[in-house]
């Protein structure tokens, strides 16, 4: 890698116009990525892109003029001091708040970058194109920042709504509706099968960790999201492992009393609470109703609630 300080002008204006076309290339991809759930902040980033191909145009322009027509290839990573740009845009579906501190983080970059190369420049044409350009820049980056804070129309927020549902809600509910019902009968089966309150706390706490861990792979190789929209597969493995765990930890924790009644009638109100927000997530985020929703959370808790306590007191 070479150092900044040792580049001439000759190869300085190389590496703005390489840059300048990993730019605009990158914006694209921005603006391809969200053509679909942000149509609106999708055409600011085509803006974006073509005035960095304008930039990249005024560049060659006076290369053509200073240098001659052959621009050697001389790449941001061939030099030292640049940022290592992780590759956010070949993420599907993209992130709005992703994509906007990635174009913040380039665009203050290039500014600086600018800025620098115009104090090393002696000649007057490249230095006031190169402070021209860090200007823009600048503008740039608060055009980036203020990307996210767009109002979204009602159709974007429609289309956010529904991803948020199919990337967080769908696997998040899936698990917690595992943890809080499968766990139900080792958890239940043990507190009266041993009368004892720590026995019955490390079953419900196996049990909330093996469903966490079984439930997360199980979500994460279902699909990789490329066709259904549901994100990474990774991301959303991770969420429903943690929810399933957490639905069962929630009645599991109350056996660390040490009195068995005291601790399973705490554990009995927990489950309770744990249907109730099911129920409550399923009316709010699914649109099911109130009646169906309750039916379907209690009746099939209460199912395995019973197979518990038939175990356990056999």
């Known amino acids: 890698m070479r150092s900044f300080e040792s580049l001439n002008e000759k190869e300085i204006l190389a590496l703005a116009i390489s840059q300048e076309e990993e730019d605009a290339r990158i914006y694209d991809d921005f603006a391809d990525g969200l053509k679909e759930n942000c149509p609106e902040q999708a055409q600011m980033f085509a803006q974006m892109r073509r005035e960095e191909d304008g930039h990249r145009h005024r560049l060659i322009e006076l290369f053509r003029v200073r240098f001659g027509e052959h621009i050697p290839l001389i790449r941001r990573q061939d030099v030292r001091g640049f940022l290592r740009r992780r590759p956010v845009w070949l993420v599907r579906p993209l992130g709005l708040k992703a994509v906007q ?21 002696a000649d007057a044409g490249v230095r006031q194109l190169l402070g021209d350009l860090a200007e823009e820049e600048r503008h740039h980056a608060q055009a980036a920042e203020q990307i996210a804070q767009t109002k979204l129309s009602e159709d974007e927020s429609a289309r956010q709504k529904r991803l948020f549902v199919l990337q967080v809600i769908q696997p998040g509910l899936a698990g917690l509706m595992d943890g809080s019902v499968s766990t139900l009968a080792p958890l239940f089966a043990a507190a009266l099968a041993t009368l004892n309150s720590g026995d019955a706390f490390r079953v419900g706490l196996a049990a909330s960790l093996g469903a966490g861990i079984s439930m997360g792979f199980a979500e994460a190789l279902s699909d990789d999201g490329s066709l259904t929209g549901r994100g990474h597969p990774w991301a959303r493995g991770t969420v429903c492992g943690l929810m399933t765990t957490l639905g069962g930890i929630g009645h599991s924790l109350p056996y660390l009393i040490r009195d068995i009644k005291t601790a399973t009638w705490i554990a009995v109100a927990v489950v309770l609470v744990e249907l109730g927000v099911i129920a409550w997530i399923r009316r709010k985020y699914m649109d099911t109703p109130w009646s169906s929703a309750v039916i379907q959370v209690v009746f099939g808790g209460l199912l395995v609630f019973g197979v518990g306590l038939l175990i356990g007191s056999t």
């Open 101 to 121: 501190k990635a174009a913040e983080v380039m665009e203050l970059e290039t500014k600086r970058f600018y800025e620098a190369s115009a104090r090393r420049s």
